[in-house]
């Protein structure tokens, strides 16, 4: 009951929060007016800027925030390791080399090809890769998964830096791609991140007691007639497809996966069935959050957003691995 | 008596080395059969073969008139439940929710559990009595409440058959006795059969009808209790000089190591 109550706070907190940090920005609004528009009053140019730029960033913000902390809250579960997030299988890596692929193209091959469709597709490949170097006999062993993901990025980070010394002139575009923004989406990227993050949320809200049984031992899990491969199969999948979507759209933005499922599990329990809903909620809050410094700090100027998620995020992450959960047993 | 389990000629191995070398066994309907031996001697390795974690072995196992690698992982959890020497989820979980995975597999795909899951898991956990801190995190409990808890659990799956694997070794002699106890009441009380591996011979000679002594991948000795406890096969097995005497209070055979 009071899990409830603490959840129906979030939900409002965070709903009248993410249009009040909407208004900030180097146009301002008043939450009167931020709420006229949402109704259909059109004020001209001032309500363009908000409804085609300051709101698809607000919704994509918070779709990318919230599909990294439920794909981090579902790879923690099924890898049994709470320090798994969405770029531990190596997806990070392979985008950014996608994107100096795309960079290295357009100054060597005189070719456009583009750079998020380019990152999308090697951080699905690397993936991929990943999970058959660990297979073995049909069973993926979660070490041997953590590994390959080590391994698949640092090939990866090699390859991106062959690339540089070619596409040097594009350098600080790869630069900043690779720390992640949010500036210039579209109400596109809502509509392809959408699809994607609704299914997880789906799949992994019908899959979660397997999950649970899961984070006790995939040898448990087998004693109670689950196939584990199977799982580590849906969600490893299910998480590469989202992030590799995140992270063509907006770049690399890092510890949303990691400490929003941590933070949720010390607030309402692993096992509670609110978990999940507040995972991807604050993980959308926590976006948008550090979206609204990004902007503001030292506007006109932007901040990369994935420097601003590491500044708060690793603090408590440090914070978070001192403590109980991590070092001991749950 | 019909068998509920019946091992021939089961082989496995890791790499070159054999680690179960040619094992026949049977388990009857509503017996405790105990298995004991030295570490190394195989017995885990045939434990989580029969609950279907190994699977590479050869030879010919049978469960309930089935072929063991033709049942389907969710039929097999319905027939079988296991109990590990220790069980250690890496998050936090409430022991009620622990209990709950032992409905797995009687839940259809991704249904959710049912009005008659919980009566089950409510029954469970007043024989094993846990439900009084049914809401606790199981990582808040001692080591004999934890042990009872997945003893709770492996119940909840409504098995005919219970392995479980030394599975009180980690609780101190009072507390391994009385869930020990617990468990193989449990057993004849609900006509269960179980494989039992054992740490402890005496205790092993308390709880099991039959028992079964396992060397270098191999049964060094089976049978009843007062037909193969002798300082024979106790030499054989454990390299241990030892002398049986008769328990004043059981009136089983007690054994008593003397070098």
């Known amino acids: 009951m009071k899990r ?43 309500s363009n800027i908000y409804m085609n730029l300051r709101l698809p960033r607000l919704i994509v913000g918070f779709l990318i925030g919230s599909g990294l902390a439920v794909g981090g809250n579902g790879l923690q579960l099924t890898l049994k390791n709470p320090l798994a997030d ?84 594009n350098v600080i575009t790869l630069h900043f791609w690779s720390l992640g923004s949010l500036s210039g989406v579209t109400w596109d990227d809502a509509l392809k991140l959408i699809p994607a993050i609704s299914l997880q949320y789906a799949i992994f809200s019908v899959i979660r007691r397997k999950m649970l049984i899961m984070a006790a031992g995939e040898d448990h899990a087998i004693t109670v007639g689950i196939n584990p491969e199977r799982i580590k199969f849906i969600v490893f999948f299910t998480v590469s497809i989202v992030s590799a979507i995140a992270v063509s759209t907006a770049g690399l933005i890092g510890f949303v996966g990691l400490i929003i499922p941590h933070m949720v599990r010390l607030a309402f329990g692993t096992d509670n069935r609110l978990n999940l809903p ?53 | 008596m019909a068998d509920v389990i019946t091992v021939r000629d089961l082989h496995i191995g890791y790499g070159k080395e054999e680690v179960l070398r040619g094992i026949d066994l049977s388990l009857e309907r509503g017996e405790v059969l105990g298995i004991l031996g030295p570490n190394g001697s195989g017995k885990s390795t045939l434990m989580s073969i029969l609950c279907g974690i190994l699977r590479n072995w050869q030879g010919s196992v049978t469960i309930m008139d089935r072929a063991l690698k033709s049942y389907p992982s969710r039929r097999l959890a319905q027939v079988l439940s296991y109990i590990p020497q220790s069980f250690e989820p890496s998050f936090d979980l409430k ?27 409510d029954e469970v956990m007043t024989l094993t009595e846990t439900l009084g801190f049914k809401e606790r995190f199981f990582s808040t409990l001692s080591g004999g409440e934890k042990q009872r808890v997945v003893i709770a659990k492996a119940l909840a799956q409504e098995g005919q058959i219970l392995l479980m694997d030394e599975f009180t070794s980690h609780l101190d002699p009072g507390h391994a006795r009385k869930i020990g106890k617990i468990a193989t009441d449990l057993v004849r009380a609900k006509g269960l059969s179980a494989v039992a591996v054992f740490h402890d011979l005496n205790q092993a000679i308390e709880m099991s009808d039959r028992l079964i002594f396992m060397k270098d991948g191999e049964i060094a000795a089976h049978g009843r209790v007062w037909d193969i406890v002798n300082p024979a096969v106790i030499w054989n097995v454990y390299g241990l000089r030892a002398q049986i005497i008769t328990n004043p209070v059981t009136e089983l055979p007690l054994v008593v190591f003397y070098d």
């Open chain 2, 95 to 121: 022991v009620e929710t622990i209990v709950s995975f032992g409905r797995n597999p009687h839940l259809k795909g991704f249904s959710a559990l049912g009005a008659r899951d919980y009566v089950v898991i």
């Open chain 1, 86 to 169: 969405p770029y531990i299988i190596g997806i990070s890596a392979g985008a950014s080399f996608g994107a100096v692929f795309s960079l290295f193209m357009k100054e060597v091959g005189k070719m456009t090809l583009s750079m998020d469709l380019l990152a999308f597709v090697f951080a699905v490949l690397s993936a991929f890769l990943t999970y058959a170097i660990s297979r073995r006999g049909g069973r993926i062993p979660i070490t041997t998964l953590v590994l390959s993901g080590v391994i698949v990025s640092s090939l990866f980070n090699a390859a991106v830096t062959l690339l540089v010394v070619f596409a040097w002139r």
């Open chain 1, 278 to 330: 507040a995972t991807a909620l604050l993980g959308g809050l926590f976006l948008i959050v550090c979206d609204t410094f990004a902007r503001t700090l030292f506007q006109p100027t932007e901040l990369p957003i994935g420097a601003v998620t590491a500044l708060v995020g690793a603090p408590v992450f440090i914070y978070l691995l001192r403590s109980r959960e991590v070092t001991g047993n749950g």
């Open chain 1, 4 to 46: 409830i109550l603490l959840f129906i706070a979030i939900t409002t907190v965070s709903l009248i929060g993410m249009l009040w940090l909407s208004t900030f920005g180097t146009v301002k609004y008043s939450m009167n007016e931020v709420l006229l528009m949402l109704l259909g009053s059109n004020s001209g140019s001032r």
